[in-house]
């Protein structure tokens, strides 16, 4: 594979000005929505997240001891009435968590979109700048499933191209439009099996995502893992996320969405992307939904 | 007030059978979702959630101190590389948290809906019965705003009753229907402000939901606080939670949806409740999605 | 065994009046403390703690990820500037954490030490009555250690009576007087291996304890497990901790204290004990420091 | 002040070998622990830590709510039986908190003391060097208060010097040695009040400690705030700690020790310093414990 150079790779900081923290967002239009709207006419509808089954917070003599990983560890709270009331901790960033990278999630030389130092915009504090809060109202938009596993999953260490998607695009007979929602059906589950690459996404690929106006992404593995080309950024975080500001779902689970719609014989659909409303965050867990 | 016997009250306990964990929402059938598909017309959208500034998970000196109170406390954590990523410790049922209350949140004479002894279904490595996983993959359903607060807050310490209901039914042109989901705003915050009694649901309400087939219900401002009867059964947590087993979003932020609907001219819509995909809990943050 | 009835259980409720919150710790007078300051003569010290390897808070892709269960969770901060810092999650009562048990861990009949109602005295907010407060600045007084297991580990399953006591006294030319910490030396590990009957505390031993005037009580293994009597009280945590008012120092690790006594040939010391002091808990980790 | 070269700074690096962890505590002897043992004669004690109120873990309905800051953040478990038990999050470095620093907490030009790059000893997963491993077992030895605030607090901005502590050495008649824990009294609390400068260790007392071979020192208040000489590293952390690898314990409380030696008329003592035994931190909670 080629050694891009920066100049090569595609970019949009500055395309929205100097103070941004949409990035690609910016793409949803009034008419998207309205064409997103326009897939909506059964009712029929599907999670994209995976379930996440807690942990106990903490071990010890009034909890079982578990040794599975999980995103969230819960705590059952001490209320003293008969009321339930429980508290979570929550990794942000995790394979087994369906999550939104916020945009400052990433930086490049130091710095978060579109310019920002990193020092300024990541405190201990919190994100101040390119955060979730960007998007804490939700995202409402058309979504696209390109399924590049409806004859089982992709080959180990396959690099998906533009080309994969205009196959795909063919047979589902669908296009990818500015502002979509990109969903990307691999057949790999997001945790990575030691010793087994998975394949990904390549830098082909993202730049046919910059080419059509992808808004935002989602897929069942993203950046090859280990990387397709050890040398270069990783083409969804590192030019994605980080050059394009294109937001990432990543970690989605699409079985359920690829059988509903090979059934409804439909590729595209209403996506609402509705995380706990929380800002100042680089990432946050969602349930992205569906509708027919 | 009268003081109405438990044999008064209504109750869902037995109406699905003795494993049921869905309560009113098994009211939400192909018919209400095929209705809920015709309310999306033009994409317009809002959110139904407050926002949440998160608090540093502890004060400190890497971190700036605040005495806010916050469902969610962050932590920006040390990674070694440039990436941003962070945790948060989130408290499910909280006034500034707009949160979906599984049905084991309440119990019943030691016993959890429909009959589950508590100490069975409530323990200290999580909830097992009647808990999030219920709702976990999300809800779609219709949804019909009553806008009790289109002239301004109700005053203080009012009783919302059934006559409220279907006046604001006659005055939007709207009709709740069986599987619908009612949001109610009374114009007040969640949080109360002490000293001041906040309006709240009344008993009559809640056999009025009972009777239309409410499946969900999601007021700005729930039982009133003070109670509006101290002896009896809070009726929107005791008798439509705990015993309609209809669960309920606590703390929804409604003036967008109100100015929304005003604006529209249409009360009903399609609404998404897609909580992080976690299973296990007594509750749980939620951004509910309106669409148009 | 024969089933003790409530009557014939040792007990020192109300001995010390009705707000007391100090229990058997009263029993460390200005003579004790001077009995011993009299045994640091050299300087030689050793700990009677467990090391605690903590993992890491949450597992994820920015800290490896274990499967070992620990009483602390850890979890670097970012700071944003060159300085280490961190936070820690600590469960308090842990097999693995050396932790001293404060008297309302316990409850009998739902009351807590010297009659308090449970509810009052363990709330969500805290523990307001016989915590950690009573011992926060710490406790100093003579220890002696009985090493029962001088020749080897106790047998699985064997109740340690006070014969074993004092065939241990003679055998180490030591005695137990009124205000002394008892520290015990069983040679078993604080956490129980599933399958094996660790031996552990009788009734008997703690009437003993009690005759003598024992101020603590520092076992390697306490109560065994499975219980000695299945009926019964728990002779440790039920009868000393709960009803003699007996603080307890669960789970120390006590090889390097017997190899310094039989070096040294004395099995008496200055012992402090020494937790961070932190009010209102149920419990909190120690690190017990004998002085020679 | 003259703004000292880092030539001319005082440095234990490599004093100790390239791979020792423990800095000054490396001066602690037998023979200054057979002087700390010659200290205890009558079974006086007390406690140099800071009383710490925990605050509830997260806000909430079924907690008070709080806006006083705390290093510790303390939550009630449901243990679903009559026991009480609970957990904390614990900042390890907060001024209201008696904590001990590990060296590695601070870092000079990317360095950990002696020489390792920080991005090595400080890593997600926890302190690989230098870290409280190193004094987890605990640390004895002799201590000695100078009490510089005898005749009420050091004035604001006070730089304390080599000069303060010989005419302490002379009033109190006591001699600071090789291996001693250096106590030190300003009268000022460990948080500073914003607006009002407090007093420090200046950089020529920390000199003076290097000379005497202080192994430990523990201040009520250490560097000033606002620095003394805001171009220079900070006496106590950049140089002591930093240079000379002398672990601090930051934020004693002293009123109690200085009450304690004037009503004695002894200002030397031993000192146990005995921390949770936690492994892999950058600092932690203490009770530092004067017998006498």
């Known amino acids: 594979m080629a050694d891009p150079t920066d100049a090569d790779l595609p970019d949009n900081w500055g395309r ?19 064409q ?12 994209l997240a995976q379930p996440i089954t807690p942990n106990p917070m903490v071990s010890g003599p009034f909890a079982p001891t578990t040794a599975d990983v999980s995103p969230v560890q819960h705590l059952m709270a001490h209320t003293g009435v008969g009321v339930a009331a429980d508290l979570m901790l929550v990794t942000n960033h995790h394979a087994k968590s369906t999550h939104l990278d916020a945009l400052a999630h990433w ?5 978060v979109y579109p310019g ?14 390119a955060s979730t809060t960007a ?25 998906v191209t533009s080309h994969d998607f205009e196959e795909a695009e063919k047979r589902q007979d669908v ?5 979509d929602a990109l969903v990307l059906r691999l057949g790999w589950p997001a945790t990575p099996v030691p010793g087994t690459p998975t394949p990904g996404i390549s830098l082909d690929a993202v730049r046919w995502m ?9 897929p069942d593995r993203g950046d090859a893992q280990p ?14 996320l980080g050059g394009l500001a294109m937001p990432l779902i990543d970690a989605v689970a699409l079985d359920d969405l690829a059988a509903l719609c090979a059934q409804l014989g439909r590729y595209s659909f209403l996506l609402t992307v509705a995380p706990p409303r929380i800002h100042g965050m680089s990432g946050v867990p969602v349930n992205p939904i569906a509708l027919f």
Chains 1, 2, 3, 4 share one sequence.
């Open 116 to 129: 920002r130092p990193r020092a300024q915009a990541v405190t201990a504090g919190g994100v101040t700048h």
């Open 210 to 218: 910059h080419r059509r106006g992808v808004a935002l992404c989602a």
């Open 135 to 159: 998007f804490a109202a939700g995202i409402v938009t058309r979504g696209v499933l390109l399924d590049l596993a409806a004859d089982g999953p992709l080959p180990s260490a396959h690099a």
């Open 227 to 240: 990387p397709l080309d050890p040398d270069g950024p990783s083409p969804l975080h590192g030019v994605a």
């Open 107 to 111: 930086s490049r030389d130091d710095e």
């Open 175 to 179: 296009e990818v439009r500015s502002g």
């Open 16 to 34: 929205w000005g100097a103070d941004d923290e949409l990035g690609t967002l910016n793409l949803i239009t009034a008419e998207v929505r309205a």
């Open 36 to 47: 997103a709207a326009a897939e909506v006419r059964t009712g029929h509808w599907v999670s």
